[in-house]
């Protein structure tokens, strides 16, 4: 018999076969029949593979989601950046009178102007740095300065990565804000005193500095120690002439930031009564400003401006806090307002500026969160300084003024002690800043910018930039 040939029998493939044969192009074909050891290292050889090709394919894509990504994240941060600088430059002018002697002030500028320009800067920036959609808003916006921006922006970008294409909207959020300087009994700008100056032991200083040292030295001796004053006062001029011949900014101070600038401060001596000051100073309210300095001690009550003193000079007053008020105080509010900064020693503009702010005077304000009054005491803290009656305004207002008195005293710095008021003392003593609440920083620059416009910066070290997220 002749042996006929047997047909070949011709599988058809599995729809798994066919999914992989679809969907896995770049993969070596799977041979016919494979066998043994080696079939089954060939089968794992294909697997691994198409695995690395996959892997490489989702690799290329994240690589240049990242990629856009940060190019976006840095658009934002530029253009946020770029609006917080324009409201920097503009801030002051928020709080320029409209009107002065009748005629319209160029200097001054109405809040969506000011917004308009920030706005426009932000944007600006963030389509040169490669963004397409942008949006620059302004959270929680103060009603008097908004000092947070915030710009959102966006593009779609298509990736092409081992054959497979995508496209990805891409988006990336930056805030920046202007935060206050906490700087301790500075005066704004850079302001050198140049008030009445009362002198001890030959050394000048300001009269009310005079005054607490006279009380502070009779405690001292009382308890057999003489302090002996090393130095006071110092111009900037001066303290250039010190900078040159001890050019060491730990030890001295280059001229134009040195304390001594503003009358506050004091070098005391002798070696042997550091220990007596450290432990008693803070009761005449005097603090040591520097750790590694036992002898230097700063006035922190009523820091204030020269050019605040000299108006309060010119109306007759003595250089102490009270004897001034800005033009937005009501009349009926200005007798409460002096007897209190009088009587708690606390600059009378400064507390005008918080009333301004917490209820532009409406003796019956209240809250969302409950605080109440013209001084939006909460029930707790009203309690807590026997106010009896938030609507009482005269009564209010001693409570507030008695209660910045006393985180004057705890944190040596207005603003700090304005943040403590709108945030607790516990959060502003956590981290010794202005924290970086949107509601407090925006209040704390609101402020001092009122007391700027009214020519009292007392404690302010300006604006800083600080990008926030």
């Not at 401006?305 to 309060?312: F, G, H, V, W």
Request: hydrophobic share 45%.
């Amino acid at each position: 018999m002749i042996a006929m040939p047997r047909p070949v029998r011709r599988t058809t493939p599995s729809r798994a076969e066919h999914s992989d044969a679809a969907t896995s192009r770049a993969c070596p074909a799977r041979p016919a029949r494979l066998g043994g050891d080696a079939g089954q290292a060939a089968v794992l050889l294909v697997g691994i593979l198409c695995a690395v090709l996959f892997g490489a394919a989702v690799l290329g894509l994240l690589a240049g989601g990242i990629g856009a990504h940060g190019r976006q994240q840095r658009a934002a941060d530029l253009g946020a950046l770029a609006a917080a600088r324009t409201m920097h430059g503009l801030y002051a002018r928020l709080f320029e009178p409209a009107v002065i002697d009748g005629a319209p002030n160029p200097r001054h500028l109405e809040r969506d102007a000011y917004l308009a320009e920030a706005r426009r800067s932000g944007e600006r920036t963030a389509r040169a740095n490669g963004a397409e959609a942008v949006d620059v808003s302004f959270p929680g916006a103060d009603p008097v300065a908004p000092a947070l921006v915030r710009v959102a922006v966006g593009e779609r970008v298509s990736v092409t990565a081992a054959g497979a294409h995508r496209s990805i909207d891409v988006r990336a959020t930056a805030d920046a804000t202007l935060v206050p300087v906490a700087s301790t009994a500075s005066a704004a700008w850079g302001d050198e005193y140049d008030g009445p100056l009362a002198m001890r032991q030959g050394k000048p200083m300001r009269p009310d500095v005079a005054r607490a040292f006279d009380r502070m030295t009779a405690a001292a001796a009382a308890d057999g120690v003489q302090l002996m004053v090393v130095s006071g006062f110092r111009t900037n001029a001066e303290q250039a002439v010190l900078f040159a011949q001890h050019p060491d900014p730990k030890w001295v101070a280059p001229p134009g930031t040195s304390l001594h600038r503003l009358a506050t401060e004091l070098d005391l001596g002798p070696e042997s009564a550091y220990a007596w000051l450290a432990a008693n100073a803070g009761r005449f309210h005097f603090v040591q400003r520097y750790s590694w300095e036992p002898w230097h001690y700063g006035y922190v009550l009523n820091p204030a401006s020269s050019k605040a003193l000299a108006r309060r000079r010119d109306s007759g007053g003595d250089g102490e806090a009270g004897s001034s008020l800005p033009s937005f105080v009501p009349e009926r509010y200005a007798p409460a307002l002096t007897r209190a900064a009088q009587r708690y020693n606390v600059s009378a503009t400064l507390l005008a500026a918080q009333i301004q702010q917490e209820s532009g005077f409406n003796p019956f304000a209240v809250s969302p969160a409950g605080a109440r009054g013209i001084a939006q005491f909460m029930p707790g803290t009203a309690a807590g300084y026997g106010l009896h009656d938030s609507f009482d305004a005269e009564a209010s207002i001693d409570a507030q003024a008695r209660l910045m008195r006393d985180l004057l005293r705890q944190f040596g710095s207005v603003p700090l002690a304005l943040a403590a008021y709108n945030a607790g003392p516990q959060r502003v003593a956590a981290c010794g800043c202005v924290p970086p609440i949107p509601e407090t920083t925006a209040y704390v620059a609101a402020i001092l910018g009122l007391m700027g416009g009214a020519g009292d910066a007392s404690g302010f070290g300006g604006l800083e930039i600080r990008l926030v997220r």
